[in-house]
């Protein structure tokens, strides 16, 4: 099976990318995706709606922003997208003047309240230590049909390479199913996360989102630049 990396088509890729996502993300099922993308309602068309405004907003993301680059491993036999990865290489510190952004995926009542402060704790940790330029992985997900077939790693090489090459710190937020990934990887963990937003007034809700997503936990964790490794792997 011929797996191959490259950089996306921005025009054409993201509807395949985000229902990847989505299969990946779901199985087995990780409560916190809800907070980055949601289902709102039930059944098929529900379903099939929140992967179709995943791909329009990755898209917008994308496309906005200076510092995102996108790639998939395709599967060369039958097309298959098997995997993504999005990373953040930012040339500057991104914590000095970040952009503000609402998070406008859910309605504007609790539930967007809740997810406004999911989203501010999971980046603090990093923002305590990563003041200035840096490689991050944000998202990476491989499909269940292609899992333990190299795809992560494809997308690891590159980012050592990169963050080599540009003698840059390579931070990333693990998931419990990312970890061995990266710890085989030489990435060391530098900070629990465990994400429980806090209001004094929670409403309907805001209870409500707070039920179906729970506290959920990530670990920030870092493959430090080292010269020293970096001109040993030339
Ligand atoms: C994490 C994830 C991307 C790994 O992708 P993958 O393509 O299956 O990983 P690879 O095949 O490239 O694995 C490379 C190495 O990482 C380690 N590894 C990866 N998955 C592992 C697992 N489930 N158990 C133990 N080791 C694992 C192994 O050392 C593996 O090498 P090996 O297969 O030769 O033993 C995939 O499991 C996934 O998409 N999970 C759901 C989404 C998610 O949680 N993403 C992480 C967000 S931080």
Sequence with gaps: MA???QEI???NDFPALAKCLFESYEDPPQKFFHVFFPIHGTGDEARNEAIKEAADRLK???THDPSSYWQKVVD???GKIAGGALWNIHQQNPFENPAPSAPTWFPDDGSRRFVEK????HSRPRAQVAQKPHLYLFIIFTHPDYRRKGVGQQFMDWGIKKADET???FYLDSTPYGRPLYEANGFTYLEENINIPKTENP???WKEIEDKVGPFTFWLMCRPFSAKK???AE
Excluded: F, G
């Design 9 to 11: 088509d921005p025009e």
């Design 60 to 62: 917008l993301w994308h």
């Design 203 to 205: 409403d309907e809700k």
């Design 3 to 5: 797996l191959k990396l």
């Design 118 to 121: 999911a989203l501010e704790n």
């Design 167 to 169: 003698s840059v710190d």
């Design 76 to 78: 060369e036999e039958t």
């Design 230 to 232: 970096s001109s040993e």
